[in-house]
């Protein structure tokens, strides 16, 4: 099993940045991808960043330039780096590790873009 603890989120004005934490406990596989989705009400959850155990990134195409995603192995945690918040950018994030064979998510981190 594998516990993912987010923090970070919060209200933040139009043009304003943010930066989101998880970090991962429990059974850490050595090779292993983590990252962030986001999701509103009545819709689907939809990929931000992604980024595998060795440093391979993928990021969602409308959010390119605005977003920078990283990680420390050493202390099993993933960072979002958010700039030039949009209100359209208000979902709850989530945390996400994958060892290849199972999936796993964080609680979720409110993420408001509001004046």
């Known amino acids: 099993q594998v516990q993912l603890v987010e923090s970070g989120g919060g209200l933040v004005q139009p043009g304003g940045s943010l930066r989101l934490s998880c970090a991962a406990s429990g059974n850490i596989d050595n090779y292993n991808t983590m990252g962030w989705y986001r999701q509103v009400p009545q819709s689907e959850r939809e990929l931000v960043a992604t980024i595998t155990i060795r440093g391979a990134i993928k990021y969602a195409d409308s959010l390119k330039g605005r977003i920078t995603i990283s990680r420390d192995n050493a202390k099993k945690t993933v960072y979002l780096q958010m700039n030039s918040l949009k209100p359209e950018d208000t979902a709850v994030y989530y945390c996400?590790?994958?060892?290849?064979?199972?999936?796993?998510w964080g609680q979720g981190s409110q993420v408001t873009v509001s004046a």
């Open positions: 996400y590790y994958s060892n290849y064979q199972k999936n796993y």
